[in-house]
T-cell receptor, first 111, second 113 residues
Protein backbone atom coordinates (compact mmCIF):
# COMPACT_ATOMS: atom_id res chain seq x y z
CA UNK A 1 0.00 0.00 0.00
CA UNK A 2 1.46 3.29 -1.11
CA UNK A 3 1.38 5.85 1.67
CA UNK A 4 2.13 9.52 2.04
CA UNK A 5 2.51 10.92 5.52
CA UNK A 6 2.35 14.46 6.80
CA UNK A 7 2.14 16.02 10.23
CA UNK A 8 -1.48 17.13 10.53
CA UNK A 9 -0.58 20.22 12.52
CA UNK A 10 -1.70 22.83 13.09
CA UNK A 11 1.64 24.43 12.42
CA UNK A 12 1.64 28.01 13.68
CA UNK A 13 4.24 30.54 12.57
CA UNK A 14 4.39 34.31 13.01
CA UNK A 15 3.97 36.57 10.01
CA UNK A 16 7.24 37.01 8.15
CA UNK A 17 8.77 33.75 9.38
CA UNK A 18 9.66 30.68 7.33
CA UNK A 19 7.12 27.87 7.39
CA UNK A 20 8.50 24.38 6.84
CA UNK A 21 6.14 21.61 5.77
CA UNK A 22 7.31 18.02 5.56
CA UNK A 23 6.17 14.90 3.76
CA UNK A 24 7.42 11.31 3.59
CA UNK A 25 6.36 8.61 1.18
CA UNK A 26 6.62 4.85 1.15
CA UNK A 27 6.87 3.98 -2.55
CA UNK A 28 10.45 4.17 -3.81
CA UNK A 29 9.08 4.12 -7.36
CA UNK A 30 7.53 7.55 -6.90
CA UNK A 31 8.85 9.94 -9.51
CA UNK A 32 6.78 13.11 -9.29
CA UNK A 33 6.00 15.16 -6.23
CA UNK A 34 3.43 17.88 -5.82
CA UNK A 35 2.34 20.42 -3.26
CA UNK A 36 -1.26 21.61 -3.23
CA UNK A 37 -2.81 24.32 -1.09
CA UNK A 38 -6.40 23.99 0.07
CA UNK A 39 -8.27 26.82 1.73
CA UNK A 40 -11.16 25.87 3.98
CA UNK A 41 -14.21 24.98 1.93
CA UNK A 42 -12.29 25.18 -1.35
CA UNK A 43 -10.68 22.69 -3.71
CA UNK A 44 -6.93 22.01 -3.77
CA UNK A 45 -4.83 24.21 -6.03
CA UNK A 46 -1.38 23.31 -7.31
CA UNK A 47 1.48 25.32 -5.84
CA UNK A 48 4.43 23.55 -7.39
CA UNK A 49 5.88 20.22 -8.41
CA UNK A 50 9.35 18.71 -8.31
CA UNK A 51 10.84 15.73 -10.11
CA UNK A 52 14.58 15.85 -9.35
CA UNK A 53 16.57 15.71 -6.15
CA UNK A 54 17.48 19.09 -4.72
CA UNK A 55 15.69 22.39 -4.41
CA UNK A 56 13.23 24.11 -6.71
CA UNK A 57 12.28 27.70 -6.04
CA UNK A 58 9.20 29.62 -7.19
CA UNK A 59 8.76 33.01 -5.60
CA UNK A 60 8.37 32.60 -1.84
CA UNK A 61 8.05 28.82 -2.19
CA UNK A 62 10.87 26.27 -2.27
CA UNK A 63 10.31 22.56 -2.71
CA UNK A 64 13.04 20.21 -1.57
CA UNK A 65 13.29 16.57 -2.62
CA UNK A 66 15.48 13.79 -1.27
CA UNK A 67 14.60 10.52 -2.97
CA UNK A 68 17.13 8.50 -0.95
CA UNK A 69 15.36 9.53 2.24
CA UNK A 70 11.92 9.47 0.58
CA UNK A 71 11.33 12.94 1.84
CA UNK A 72 9.91 16.07 0.27
CA UNK A 73 9.37 19.43 1.91
CA UNK A 74 7.91 22.84 1.17
CA UNK A 75 9.38 26.04 2.58
CA UNK A 76 7.36 29.24 2.57
CA UNK A 77 9.45 32.35 3.12
CA UNK A 78 8.05 35.60 4.50
CA UNK A 79 4.83 33.82 5.53
CA UNK A 80 1.66 35.86 5.25
CA UNK A 81 -1.73 35.37 6.95
CA UNK A 82 -3.10 34.60 3.48
CA UNK A 83 -0.86 31.51 3.44
CA UNK A 84 -3.00 30.00 6.20
CA UNK A 85 -4.44 26.86 4.66
CA UNK A 86 -4.01 23.10 4.53
CA UNK A 87 -1.05 21.96 2.43
CA UNK A 88 -1.35 18.61 0.70
CA UNK A 89 1.59 16.58 -0.47
CA UNK A 90 0.98 14.22 -3.40
CA UNK A 91 3.23 11.69 -5.11
CA UNK A 92 2.93 9.79 -8.34
CA UNK A 93 4.84 7.08 -10.15
CA UNK A 94 5.38 6.97 -13.88
CA UNK A 95 3.17 3.97 -14.51
CA UNK A 96 -0.28 4.72 -13.20
CA UNK A 97 -2.66 7.62 -13.19
CA UNK A 98 -3.00 7.66 -9.45
CA UNK A 99 -1.85 10.56 -7.35
CA UNK A 100 -1.51 9.47 -3.72
CA UNK A 101 -2.24 12.30 -1.33
CA UNK A 102 -1.15 12.82 2.23
CA UNK A 103 -3.63 13.91 4.90
CA UNK A 104 -2.40 17.50 4.74
CA UNK A 105 -0.78 19.89 7.22
CA UNK A 106 -2.81 22.81 8.47
CA UNK A 107 -0.72 25.99 8.54
CA UNK A 108 -1.70 29.05 10.53
CA UNK A 109 0.25 32.28 10.01
CA UNK A 110 -0.32 34.62 12.91
CA UNK A 111 -0.39 38.40 12.25
CA UNK B 1 -11.73 29.55 -12.30
CA UNK B 2 -9.76 26.35 -12.76
CA UNK B 3 -11.25 25.22 -16.05
CA UNK B 4 -12.98 22.33 -14.31
CA UNK B 5 -16.62 22.98 -13.45
CA UNK B 6 -18.70 20.86 -11.12
CA UNK B 7 -22.44 20.90 -10.52
CA UNK B 8 -24.24 20.96 -8.22
CA UNK B 9 -21.99 22.60 -5.66
CA UNK B 10 -24.17 21.37 -2.81
CA UNK B 11 -26.48 18.36 -2.71
CA UNK B 12 -28.61 16.91 0.06
CA UNK B 13 -30.16 13.55 -0.68
CA UNK B 14 -32.00 10.81 1.13
CA UNK B 15 -30.69 7.29 1.26
CA UNK B 16 -33.26 6.08 -1.26
CA UNK B 17 -32.71 8.87 -3.79
CA UNK B 18 -30.87 8.74 -7.10
CA UNK B 19 -28.84 11.76 -8.09
CA UNK B 20 -25.88 12.60 -10.28
CA UNK B 21 -22.83 14.83 -9.98
CA UNK B 22 -21.58 16.44 -13.16
CA UNK B 23 -18.12 17.59 -14.13
CA UNK B 24 -17.00 19.43 -17.24
CA UNK B 25 -13.46 20.43 -18.14
CA UNK B 26 -12.59 23.15 -20.61
CA UNK B 27 -8.85 22.48 -20.73
CA UNK B 28 -8.64 19.97 -23.54
CA UNK B 29 -7.37 17.31 -21.15
CA UNK B 30 -7.65 13.59 -21.84
CA UNK B 31 -7.85 12.18 -18.32
CA UNK B 32 -10.49 12.83 -15.68
CA UNK B 33 -10.78 11.75 -12.06
CA UNK B 34 -13.24 11.51 -9.19
CA UNK B 35 -11.83 11.96 -5.69
CA UNK B 36 -13.60 11.79 -2.34
CA UNK B 37 -12.53 14.00 0.55
CA UNK B 38 -13.94 13.20 3.99
CA UNK B 39 -13.23 15.05 7.19
CA UNK B 40 -9.80 14.22 8.61
CA UNK B 41 -9.00 11.72 5.84
CA UNK B 42 -6.69 12.03 2.84
CA UNK B 43 -8.08 12.53 -0.60
CA UNK B 44 -9.22 9.15 -1.90
CA UNK B 45 -9.12 8.32 -5.58
CA UNK B 46 -12.38 6.77 -6.75
CA UNK B 47 -12.19 6.54 -10.54
CA UNK B 48 -9.84 7.46 -13.35
CA UNK B 49 -10.82 7.80 -17.00
CA UNK B 50 -8.30 8.21 -19.79
CA UNK B 51 -9.67 9.03 -23.24
CA UNK B 52 -13.15 8.07 -22.02
CA UNK B 53 -12.01 4.62 -20.90
CA UNK B 54 -11.99 3.69 -17.23
CA UNK B 55 -8.45 2.75 -16.28
CA UNK B 56 -8.65 2.58 -12.52
CA UNK B 57 -11.32 1.83 -9.97
CA UNK B 58 -10.20 1.79 -6.38
CA UNK B 59 -12.71 -0.76 -5.11
CA UNK B 60 -15.48 1.77 -4.87
CA UNK B 61 -18.92 0.47 -3.77
CA UNK B 62 -21.35 -0.11 -6.62
CA UNK B 63 -23.70 2.56 -5.27
CA UNK B 64 -21.28 4.97 -7.01
CA UNK B 65 -21.41 4.61 -10.78
CA UNK B 66 -19.22 6.75 -13.05
CA UNK B 67 -19.92 7.68 -16.64
CA UNK B 68 -17.61 9.40 -19.10
CA UNK B 69 -19.44 10.08 -22.39
CA UNK B 70 -16.54 12.08 -23.84
CA UNK B 71 -13.21 13.50 -22.77
CA UNK B 72 -14.78 16.74 -21.52
CA UNK B 73 -17.55 15.35 -19.34
CA UNK B 74 -17.64 13.07 -16.33
CA UNK B 75 -20.59 12.03 -14.21
CA UNK B 76 -20.92 10.27 -10.88
CA UNK B 77 -24.29 8.59 -10.49
CA UNK B 78 -25.38 8.07 -6.91
CA UNK B 79 -28.01 5.67 -5.58
CA UNK B 80 -28.92 4.21 -2.19
CA UNK B 81 -26.09 6.04 -0.46
CA UNK B 82 -25.27 5.83 3.21
CA UNK B 83 -24.73 8.71 5.65
CA UNK B 84 -21.00 7.90 5.73
CA UNK B 85 -20.88 8.79 2.03
CA UNK B 86 -21.36 12.43 3.00
CA UNK B 87 -18.20 14.19 1.80
CA UNK B 88 -16.72 16.60 -0.69
CA UNK B 89 -16.51 14.98 -4.13
CA UNK B 90 -13.82 16.48 -6.29
CA UNK B 91 -13.49 16.12 -10.03
CA UNK B 92 -10.10 16.67 -11.60
CA UNK B 93 -8.48 16.49 -15.01
CA UNK B 94 -4.96 16.14 -16.36
CA UNK B 95 -3.47 16.66 -19.82
CA UNK B 96 -2.84 13.02 -20.62
CA UNK B 97 -2.73 9.56 -19.13
CA UNK B 98 0.73 10.26 -17.74
CA UNK B 99 -1.06 12.76 -15.55
CA UNK B 100 1.81 15.12 -14.89
CA UNK B 101 -0.38 17.50 -12.94
CA UNK B 102 -4.03 17.48 -12.09
CA UNK B 103 -6.42 20.36 -11.82
CA UNK B 104 -9.36 20.19 -9.47
CA UNK B 105 -12.85 21.53 -9.78
CA UNK B 106 -14.48 23.38 -6.89
CA UNK B 107 -16.11 20.22 -5.63
CA UNK B 108 -19.61 19.05 -4.82
CA UNK B 109 -20.56 18.94 -1.15
CA UNK B 110 -22.78 15.90 -0.62
CA UNK B 111 -24.87 15.30 2.48
CA UNK B 112 -26.77 12.03 2.80
CA UNK B 113 -29.62 12.12 5.30
Amino acid sequence: QKEVEQNSGPLSVPEGAIASLNCTYSDRGSQSFFWYRQYSGKSPELIMFIYSNGDKEDGRFTAQLNKASQYVSLLIRDSQPSDSATYLCAVKDNYGQNFVFGPGTRLSVLP
Amino acid sequence: ETGVTQTPRHLVMGMTNKKSLKCEQHLGHNAMYWYKQSAKKPLELMFVYSLEERVENNSVPSRFSPECPNSSHLFLHLHTLQPEDSALYLCASSPDSAGNTIYFGEGSWLTVV
